[in-house]
């Protein structure tokens, strides 16, 4: 992680899917440059085979002496929508930075195939994956206007290009492969905030998609070790690369210049040689 400085004090952050992963790794990062951090996750109580809750975040993120908004959610809930935005608002003020990360990973919902696809397991993807985030950047919107311009980061995946039939990703055989649930949301992600983009300009409001790579996050890592495969010999890059190029996005001083864009965290990382430790 970065040393601390005070790049974002008096800024405002969302950060969904803040349990673990790259969504926790935000939140460390924000922090410690000054942030008010805001973290929001279905994730409270601790789950088998699912390392990480929200109060281990919240515990690190006051350990660096940030003492955040913990916000239990499930995003595929308008209600939870709502009474996060509501809870946000009314105790920071206001939004400069959401990243919207928490996205639909678990589950058999990932893996079905037609025609054993159901309708209910495809528009709880697309409620997570798609109607969240537009549903949280809608909400926080006028926010960032008033208060000068704001960033909107969304996490996608490569799962979104298209692929010639047959073709792998490349990840070990043990490895399900995923339905079409999981890339077709993360496809009309991409468009959906290319298409916000537009409305941002006059704003000063960007939004950018970041593509953040294989990542070998915590619950990848378990998943690997019960195939009795080891995590860090599948080639997944460590979580500390895209953590490195949110930091970088939500600190420099014309995050404009990527707004409509997807973003490849490595390829960022690289050309940049952000640091990662």
């Known amino acids: 992680m970065s040393g601390s400085d005070d790049r974002l004090s008096g800024k405002v952050a969302v950060i969904t899917g803040a349990s673990r992963g790259i969504g926790k790794q935000a939140a460390l990062r924000l922090a410690s440059h000054g942030a008010k951090v805001v973290i929001a996750a279905r994730t409270v109580e601790p789950r088998a085979n699912t390392p990480g809750t929200l109060g281990d975040t919240a515990d690190e993120l006051r350990a660096l002496g940030c003492e955040p908004l913990v916000l239990a959610a499930d995003l595929s809930r308008q209600e939870d929508l709502d009474r996060l935005v509501a809870s946000t608002l009314e105790q920071c003020g206001g939004v400069d930075i959401l990243i919207n990360n928490a996205a639909y990973t678990v589950g058999k919902a990932l893996f079905s195939q037609v025609p054993d696809l159901t309708r209910d397991q495809w528009e709880k993807g697309f409620a997570i994956n798609v109607t969240a985030p537009l549903m949280l950047t809608t909400a926080f919107w006028e926010s960032m206007r008033q208060r000068g311009g704001g960033l909107v980061i969304n996490v996608t995946s490569p799962s979104a290009d298209l692929q010639p039939p047959g073709q792998t990703s490349g990840l070990p055989e043990s490895t399900l492969t995923n339905g079409p649930v999981y890339g077709a ?83 960022l990382v690289e050309e940049l040689g952000l640091a990662v430790a």
């Open 185 to 267: 949301s993360k496809a009309a992600l991409n468009r959906m905030a290319n298409v916000v983009a537009a409305t941002g300009m006059p704003h000063n409001i960007a939004v950018i998609n970041l593509a953040p790579g294989h990542v070998l996050t915590e619950t990848m890592d378990e998943t690997y070790r019960q195939q009795g495969i080891v995590g860090s010999e599948t080639g997944a890059i460590p979580l500390s690369v895209p953590a490195a190029a949110i930091d970088y996005l939500c600190t420099i001083e014309d995050p404009m210049r990527y707004s409509g864009q997807i973003v490849h965290a490595p390829k």
